[in-house]
């Protein structure tokens, strides 16, 4: 009898380890599952820049049946109105900072640029002013500015305003040498960069080509960021993403660049609201 005991005593035992086993395996499986399943959707969000002048596209733009990024360029005569209506359609909006470039025309900056000969203090006024005029935004990202987006200084002011204002930034990368992937880091701020041009060379062929290559990056990378334009693009580009939308949708997720910045890089700003009126 005594035998018997210690044979079940020692049988109830294993039963117990291997249950433990079993659920700490299920727990961390489940738990593992759970903290992945954001990057485990195939997500494209395509920013759509140059909006806020009315330029050709932006009405077919903002009539997408899906979740776009709208870059709004600051104080241009549709600015407010075009802001205003991606968000109430349920798009992203950011704020299209222009930016001196390397090379191009002053002229293509549009007000309130940044460039290189700024102080410190009106870098700052600048980027401020720039944010409290486009209604919803909630990033940032470079119209132009190859030598900006290379500039530690000039750069290190930018994104300091945008994460005091709850902003994070997207870098356009224009310029190869950009800082501001690694300054954005070493500020504890999403590093968030465009992965793909859509229309650099304006004919539907090539904005399809570059439509289908960036879903095939999101389906590799869990993600992918396209950049397009409205304006001298802006027809073909509109286009093709409305055309490419159905074809699209069961590979890859339409998303907002706000909607990759949380789930992916885990952004919780804390905004601190401007003093002054709007």
């Known amino acids: ?144 500015g190859s030598k900006i987006t290379s500039d530690k200084r000039i750069m290190s002011i930018v994104l300091d305003v945008c994460k005091e204002r709850g902003l994070f930034f997207v870098d356009s990368r224009t310029n190869f040498r950009s800082v501001v992937g690694e300054l954005a880091i070493s500020k504890n701020m999403p590093p968030v960069g465009n992965d793909i041009f859509l229309d650099d060379q304006n004919s539907k062929q090539h904005i399809r080509k570059q439509l289908d290559l960036a879903a095939q990056h999101a389906m590799d990378k869990d993600r992918c960021v396209v950049i397009g334009h409205v304006g001298h693009t802006g027809l073909n580009t509109s286009a093709v993403v409305r055309e490419s939308v159905s074809r699209l949708q069961g590979q890859v997720e339409f998303v907002g660049i706000g909607d990759l910045v949380r789930d992916v890089w885990q952004w919780q700003p804390a905004p601190i609201l401007p003093t002054g009126n709007k």
Not at 80 to 101: C, L, Q, S, T, Y
Not at 119 to 144: F, W
């Open 1 to 144: 009898m005594r035998e018997k005991r210690k044979h079940y005593r020692f049988l109830a035992s294993c039963m117990t380890f291997l249950i433990v086993i079993y659920v700490g395996v299920s727990a961390e499986g489940s738990t593992a599952t759970a903290s992945e399943s954001p990057s485990n959707h195939k997500r494209l969000a395509i920013i759509i820049d140059d909006v806020g002048n009315d330029m050709k596209g932006t009405a077919e733009i903002l009539a997408m049946p899906v979740k776009l990024t709208v870059a709004v360029m600051p104080f241009l005569p549709t600015t407010k109105k075009d802001a205003i209506a991606a968000h109430e359609k349920g798009m992203d909006v950011i704020v299209h900072m222009p930016m001196e470039p390397k090379k191009g025309r002053p002229e293509w900056l549009g007000p309130g640029a940044i460039t290189s000969n700024l102080t410190d203090e009106e870098v700052r006024e600048r980027v401020e002013k720039a944010i409290d005029d486009v209604p919803h935004a909630i990033g940032m990202n470079n119209h132009m």
